[in-house]
């Protein structure tokens, strides 16, 4: 029998280190195939304060953050 591993949760502050880490992975990706897309860095206040109001959401496979989400209606880094 197939079991389903992948969850999608809402966030933690504590995942916050572990999102962070997946952007910065995501960068380098980007980075190393000569793609200048999204090499803004996320501040970690903003992290932070997106897990707060329960906007931030991660995708875990077992016991490992493999995606992250953030649902807002606008770019409040704006």
Known sequence: M????????????????AVSDLIA???AWLTSRG???WQDEVP???LE???ADGRL???RDG?????TVTLSDSDTAI
């Open 63 to 67: 016991d490992r953050t493999v995606a």
């Open 57 to 59: 959401f991660v995708v």
């Open 2 to 17: 197939i079991q389903d591993h992948v969850r999608v949760e809402t966030a933690s502050e504590l995942d916050v280190p």
């Open 25 to 27: 992975q995501a960068r």
């Open 35 to 37: 793609i200048d897309q």
């Open 44 to 46: 970690m206040s903003l």
């Open 49 to 51: 304060s997106d897990a």
